[in-house]
């Protein structure tokens, strides 16, 4: 692996560089990091673009909702890491990320690292461990005192992109730990930062 890596928080300056890395089609099926950002029912009522829009203005409101990844000046990486009251999907009562205790979904000290994105040509190559390690350094740095993962133990293949919440043993090798298990193979996992 490259060693000039380095990882820096999405702010408005460098959304060139988030679009940059995520392409016309919006990474993931034109999902441009919106899938636990919007509920379901309004999610499904925007296209690509709408999708973008609503990330472009997240951004730009700030604070930064994740962390870019660099070789060099060149984005590879990406992991939305911050507040879970940021992420309705991710808090929905019906779903395997949803919270132990229904005030942490509020609470803007308990964080969640819901997503991550890779260059395709750097999948497969460790990048994630790097990614998460700067994310669980960020959340730290800007009061999150529990950080929770919604991982998958494993896909078919290494390098899918079914691999967007991370797999379990990024999150193992991190410190984190499994705190439920409402789904075979999808842990619900904490790490305490405090």
């Given at each position: ?26 990474a ?11 509920a379901?029912?309004?999610r499904?009522?925007?296209d ?12 730009l409101?700030?604070?930064p ?10 984005p ?24 132990l ?14 997503c991550f ?5 750097q ?15 960020f959340?730290g ?12 133990d494993?896909?078919?293949q ?25 789904k ?11």
């Open positions: 692996m490259q060693e000039d890596f380095c990882a820096r928080p999405l702010t408005p300056d460098r959304w060139d560089e988030f679009e940059a890395l995520f392409g016309s089609q919006g993931c099926y034109g999902c441009w990091c919106t899938y636990f950002r919007i379901s029912s309004e499904k009522l925007l690509g673009g709408a999708k973008k829009t609503f990330m472009r203005d997240r951004v409101a700030g604070p909702p994740g962390m870019l990844g660099y070789f060099g000046d060149t590879v990486a990406w992991v939305q890491v911050g507040p879970r009251r940021e992420l309705p999907q991710w808090n929905s009562p019906k779903v395997v990320s949803r919270p205790d229904p005030e942490d979904a509020d609470d803007p000290a308990v964080w969640a690292v819901s994105f890779m260059a395709p040509k999948r497969g190559q460790g990048l994630s461990h790097r990614m998460l390690s700067e994310a669980i350094i959340a740095a800007n009061g999150a005192n529990t950080l929770e993962a919604c991982p998958i494993r896909t078919k290494s390098k899918s992109v079914g691999l967007y919440v991370g797999s379990t043993r990024i999150f193992e090798a991190a410190g984190f730990s499994e705190v439920a298990l409402r075979d193979g999808r842990p619900l996992m904490r790490l305490s930062l405090a």
